[in-house]
């Protein structure tokens, strides 16, 4: 079976731009959960999504939104760039959102640079 | 909030054991998680752990919970140059959304 796929795999982008960054969940999974992960750190939650709505959102401006699709594929993008916010950006998929047995599965990740 | 934190960095030679430690401030914690990452690569579950167990053991990989002293450790047994990678320990959030990682602890084996 095809685990949690995410496009593009590397992205350059300048200071100001938009991105938008796709995730495609594991088959029969229909919660998605994005992390950014700056380098040298752990990573940290910014948005799960289950039926295409938000059941949390981490410390992050409004600058990151999200959304999920009906096939539970999930964008997450970001406007206005900042140079902080070069990173590597995880999708992790589980098969709900109750959490507590709900186990997440994290795709390769797109590597996101801003110059 | 919820905060995890673990040492940065474990040297072992091939053929030893490893024990990676992590301690979490919030003790509603329901489970616990170990992960693997390789340069360049996404996040690899390597286990967890549901805070009603004290241990559980899966093939090289032992995991060792203190909910008392709010500790858990990752022992490698028979530590190989493939297990060289960086290992987060994560715990699920109070709502039960979101993974609290801490920083990783990049295991390095030598032969």
């Known amino acids: 079976d095809a685990g949690v796929t995410q496009s593009p795999t590397h992205l350059i982008k300048t200071r100001g731009q938009q991105v938008t960054l796709r995730c495609s969940p594991i088959s029969g999974h229909k919660s998605v959960s994005w992390y950014q992960q700056v380098l040298g750190q752990g990573p940290q939650f910014i948005f799960q999504y289950y039926e295409k709505e938000e059941r949390g959102r981490g410390n992050f401006p409004d600058r990151f939104s999200a959304r999920q699709f009906p096939n539970y594929s999930s964008e997450l993008n970001v406007n206005a760039l900042l140079l902080g916010d070069s990173a590597l950006y995880l999708c992790?998929?589980?098969?709900?959102?109750?959490?507590?047995?709900?186990?997440?599965?994290f795709g390769p990740g797109t590597r996101l640079t801003v110059l | 909030g919820e905060d995890v934190e673990q040492s940065l960095f474990l040297s072992v030679r091939e053929g030893d054991s490893s024990v990676i430690n992590c301690t979490y401030t919030?003790?509603?914690?329901?489970?616990l998680y170990w992960y693997k990452q390789e340069p360049g690569a996404g996040l690899q579950l390597l286990t967890y752990i549901f805070s009603n167990m004290d241990m559980k053991q899966d093939q090289r990989l032992t995991v060792l919970l203190n909910k008392k002293d709010k500790h858990l450790s990752l022992r490698i047994a028979d530590t190989q140059t493939g297990d060289s990678a960086i290992y987060f320990c994560?715990?699920?959030?109070?709502?039960?959304?979101?993974?609290?990682f801490g920083k990783g602890t990049t295991l390095s084996v030598s032969s």
């Open positions: 994560a715990v699920l959030n109070q709502a039960g959304t979101a993974l609290i």
């Open positions: 919030d003790s509603s914690s329901t489970y």
């Open positions: 992790a998929s589980s098969l709900d959102a109750r959490g507590e047995v709900d186990t997440q599965y």
